[in-house]
């Protein structure tokens, strides 16, 4: 064995060349080589990449021979990559799409001579390639006596917006903001929601104000523009602070769109009250519902009930949960699944088992779907209130009327044999 440690340590300084052997001077010596090593290390400095990969590729043919009482162990970097290197990455992994030379020829050709923004329009319609549809309205830019209109643009943006080409959809956009004269409310509000869809809310933001200073009237924001607003920033909030955060930008939307003399409609309070639920405001949410049909003149939908229902239950309102659902019952709405299974849940909880099955039974006629932790939650809050029976009975009633799975079935009886 001690041989073989020679051999490969001998084997390991011959594969070092002269140049990569670093012989560090010593700082407290006032001889010539310490005032040269700067210039010195910079000439090494070339062939420490080679050092790493001999030793590298020697370490791994010499741990075959090494004894296994010695530990040898590599590094690695566990710093996350750069946004520049991920995007390197991705245009790797995504390489750029080959225009279909063929296709773009054959759409050219069926236009004719002197063709209009309009038959342009149709043209990129009918064509299911986006790329050919960019080459297209770009080889029509270039064309003497043609300009783009409303129609032409729009489509094109929609085109590239579905496509995922924000990128190219954000150059023609630009054009769009270049020239005063061309646009309307449904051109940006196309731009809007595929900016939205994008998660480029910045960029969404920069055109709505884009739309509330514009001269041409006719790109002034509707309350169209609003709904795409209020429903990207709703859906950002993945918990109750962010909900927040972005609530705040609601709130303030809102209030302008009011001041700008835009009546809301009962999506726009709807959003309201889901953001206000979502941000854990009910009672906000509430003054909004109490104010829908008085001060706005909209009556509350099915929409409008399931939101307040499953913030009431969230916070172990049942009273005030009970009265929505009955007002709702009232007026021929029926719950979704998510304030039934909230409804459930919160009984349960709440030690009120007797309405929670009775809630339960009437989800299932009503068709909607009860998820498995609901059905947990009441067979454990069965169990802790010493009403094993019950507990037994409804799970040997799911299984006859074959409302749960064998696997859902297996963790609920596990769930109740725990309690036992």
């Known amino acids: 064995m001690a041989a073989i440690g020679i051999a490969s340590r001998s084997t390991r300084q011959s594969l070092i060349s002269s140049r990569a052997r670093i012989s560090v001077p010593n700082p407290n010596s006032q001889s010539s080589h310490f005032n040269t090593w700067p210039l010195?290390?910079?000439?090494?400095?070339?062939?420490?990449?080679?050092?790493?990969?001999?030793?590298?590729?020697?370490?791994?043919?010499?741990?075959?021979?090494?004894?296994?009482?010695?530990?040898?162990?590599?590094?690695?970097?566990?710093?996350?990559?750069?946004?520049?290197l991920r995007r390197r990455i991705s245009k790797r992994n995504n390489p750029k799409p080959v225009l279909n030379e063929s296709k773009f020829q054959a759409t050219i050709s069926n236009l004719p001579p002197r063709f209009t923004p309009e038959e342009l329009a149709d043209a990129i319609t009918l064509e299911e390639d986006p790329l050919v549809c960019l080459h297209l309205f770009n080889w029509a830019s270039q064309q003497p006596r043609f300009k783009h209109s409303n129609c032409s643009y729009h489509v094109a943006i929609r085109k590239l917006g579905a496509a995922k080409m924000y990128k190219e959809m954000d150059d023609i956009v630009n054009q769009v903001l270049s020239l005063g004269h061309i646009g309307n409310e449904n051109l940006y509000n196309s731009i809007l929601f595929y900016f939205t869809k994008a998660s480029k809310l910045i960029r969404a933001v920069n055109i709505f104000r884009h739309m509330t200073t514009s001269k041409n009237l006719e790109c002034r924001p509707t309350i169209r523009t609003y709904h795409i607003l209020f429903k990207a920033l709703l859906g950002r909030g993945n918990n109750s602070y962010t909900s927040h955060m972005y609530m705040e930008t609601v709130r303030s939307l809102f209030r302008q769109m009011v001041d700008n003399g835009i009546e809301p409609d009962v999506f726009a309070l709807n959003c309201l009250v889901k953001g206000f639920v979502l941000s854990?405001?009910?009672?906000?949410?509430?003054?909004?519902?109490?104010?829908?049909?008085?001060?706005?003149?909209?009556?509350?939908?099915?929409?409008?009930?399931?939101?307040?229902?499953?913030?009431?239950?969230?916070?172990?309102?049942?009273?005030?949960?009970?009265?929505?659902?009955?007002?709702?019952?009232?007026?021929?709405?029926?719950?979704?699944?998510?304030?039934?299974?909230?409804?459930?849940?919160?009984?349960?909880?709440?030690?009120?088992?007797?309405?929670?099955?009775?809630?339960?039974?009437?989800?299932?006629?009503?068709?909607?779907?009860?998820?498995?932790?609901?059905?947990?939650?009441?067979?454990?809050?069965?169990?802790?209130?010493?009403?094993?029976?019950?507990?037994?009975?409804?799970?040997?009633?799911?299984?006859?009327?074959?409302?749960?799975?064998?696997?859902?079935?297996?963790?609920?009886?596990n769930v109740l044999e725990k309690n036992l």
């Open 280 to 413: 854990l405001h009910v009672n906000d949410a509430l003054r909004i519902f109490h104010q829908m049909s008085v001060v706005y003149g909209c009556e509350p939908n099915s929409f409008t009930y399931d939101y307040l229902i499953h913030g009431l239950c969230a916070q172990g309102r049942t009273v005030n949960a009970r009265e929505l659902l009955d007002e709702m019952k009232g007026k021929g709405f029926v719950p979704n699944a998510k304030s039934y299974n909230s409804l459930v849940s919160a009984f349960a909880l709440g030690g009120e088992i007797d309405d929670a099955v009775k809630c339960l039974w009437e989800m299932i006629e009503n068709g909607r779907l009860v998820d498995l932790i609901t059905y947990r939650t009441l067979v454990d809050e069965s169990c802790r209130k010493r009403r094993y029976g019950e507990a037994k009975r409804l799970l040997e009633m799911l299984r006859e009327k074959k409302l749960v799975d064998r696997d859902s079935y297996e963790k609920l009886v």
């Open 40 to 84: 010195r290390h910079t000439r090494i400095e070339a062939s420490v990449p080679r050092f790493h990969s001999i030793i590298a590729a020697t370490w791994f043919s010499s741990r075959r021979t090494s004894s296994p009482g010695v530990s040898m162990y590599m590094s690695y970097s566990n710093q996350v990559p750069t946004r520049s």
